[in-house]
């Protein structure tokens, strides 16, 4: 997110040392990497909450197409049927081939 080097984290330090003193300086330290934390942790649980709600749509739409397939192959499967039971009364001679009166 920032590039923050060496020498800005010394800087950092160092103005922060001068303005809120020795004494107080650990307490602060303490509350900032404490806020730091929880904020990455909120951060880190909102993306895992939208990257499992993105996971949750792509399968519904995946079993959307599913059930979409499923409707063709049950067409196709009819289709098939009623071909069978048309082509099934033809009369065969004995080469298996149809005979046409």
Same mark, same amino acid.
């Given at each position: 997110?920032?590039?923050?080097?060496?020498?800005?984290?010394?800087?950092?330090?160092? %103005?922060? #040392? $001068?303005?809120?003193?020795?004494?107080?300086?650990?307490? %602060?330290?303490? +509350?900032?990497?404490?806020?730091?934390?929880?904020?990455?942790?909120?951060?880190?649980? %909102?993306?895992?909450?939208?990257?499992?709600?993105? /996971? *949750?749509?792509? $399968?519904? /739409?995946?079993?959307?197409?599913?059930?979409?397939?499923?409707?063709? /192959?049950? +067409? +196709?499967?009819?289709?098939?049927?009623? $071909?069978?039971? *048309?082509?099934?009364? #033809?009369? *065969?001679?004995?080469?298996? /081939?149809?005979? #046409?009166?």
């Amino acid at each position: 997110m920032f590039d923050v080097g060496f020498s800005e984290l010394c800087l950092i330090g160092l %103005v922060s #040392l $001068l303005v809120i003193g020795p004494e107080r300086l650990p307490k %602060v330290a303490r +509350l900032a990497g404490f806020w730091l934390g929880k904020t990455r942790r909120m951060a880190a649980s %909102v993306k895992e909450e939208i990257k499992l709600e993105l /996971q *949750t749509e792509e $399968l519904r /739409q995946i079993f959307k197409e599913q059930s979409g397939l499923e409707d063709a /192959q049950h +067409l +196709l499967d009819e289709t098939s049927d009623a $071909l069978k039971a *048309t082509i099934d009364p #033809l009369p *065969t001679d004995i080469t298996g /081939q149809y005979e #046409l009166k």
